[in-house]
């Protein structure tokens, strides 16, 4: 069956502008977590959807947003891009969400702010 | 600021060693721990995982170990092989009772490098 697919691969924005990235989880798979992967700060959790609802938020600024749509697929957000902001952001699917084992991860998408 | 990178932690060895790949978990309240391997451009691969009412589990070529006394993870890999090169994390569960939606925290990582 199909993977997590993550798109756009790669992104090179300017500051201040915004950026959506999308998700396609695993076909039947509802729970979509992503994360944030930096040289500095390694992968840090930004948050979790599940049914539409966000279940879970790690330590993010409010400029870090996203959605889940009915069909599971989920976007992510980030608005006001600091340079700060370039990483690789992996989403991971997984069937329920309840326990974190079965998270399958896409290959991420890797944004650049210049 | 200036950022400062993670220096990780690496681990040269001969293909068909045997490699062990160590992390301190944080929270002695996980219940949950995986070990993930990451190629260069490629997302987080699962590879093993345990939880805290177990102290060893084996998988194909790899053993992982727990240790909670002390906090510590092992992940052993026999005859390790060019394929396996790689960046190697730990991640625990945080939030035991199934809670955690989602979030994991991970090591820092190890990155493993095996010469032919």
């Known amino acids: 069956k199909a993977g997590v697919t993550q798109t756009p691969r790669y992104l090179i924005k300017t500051r201040g502008q915004q950026v959506t990235l999308s998700c396609s989880p695993i076909s039947g798979h509802r729970s979509v977590s992503w994360y944030q992967q930096t040289p500095g700060q390694g992968l840090q959790f930004l948050f979790e959807y599940f049914s539409e609802t966000q279940r879970n938020k790690g330590n993010f600024p409010g400029r870090f947003s996203g959605r889940q749509f009915s069909n599971s697929r989920s976007e992510m957000n980030v608005s006001t891009l600091e340079l700060g902001d370039s990483a690789l952001y992996l989403c991971?699917?997984?069937?329920?969400?309840?326990?974190?084992?079965?998270?399958?991860f896409g290959s991420g998408t890797r944004l650049t702010v210049v | 600021g200036e950022s400062v990178g993670l220096h990780l932690p690496t681990l040269s060895v001969q293909e068909g060693d045997n490699s062990i790949i160590n992390c301190a978990y944080s929270?002695?309240?996980?219940?949950?721990f995986i070990w993930y391997k990451q190629e260069s451009g490629k997302g987080p691969q699962f590879i093993i995982d345990i939880r805290s009412n177990m102290d060893k589990r084996q998988g194909q070529r790899v053993t992982v170990l727990l240790n909670k006394t002390v906090k510590h993870l092992s992940l052993q890999i026999a005859a390790t092989q060019p394929g396996d090169s790689a960046v190697y994390f730990c991640?625990?569960?945080?939030?035991?009772?199934?809670?955690?939606?989602?979030?994991?925290?991970f090591g820092q990582g190890t990155i493993l490098t095996v010469h032919p």
């Open positions: 929270n002695s309240a996980s219940d949950y």
């Open positions: 991640a625990e569960d945080p939030n035991a009772g199934g809670t955690s939606y989602g979030k994991l925290t």
């Open positions: 991971a699917s997984s069937l329920l969400g309840q326990e974190t084992y079965g998270y399958t």
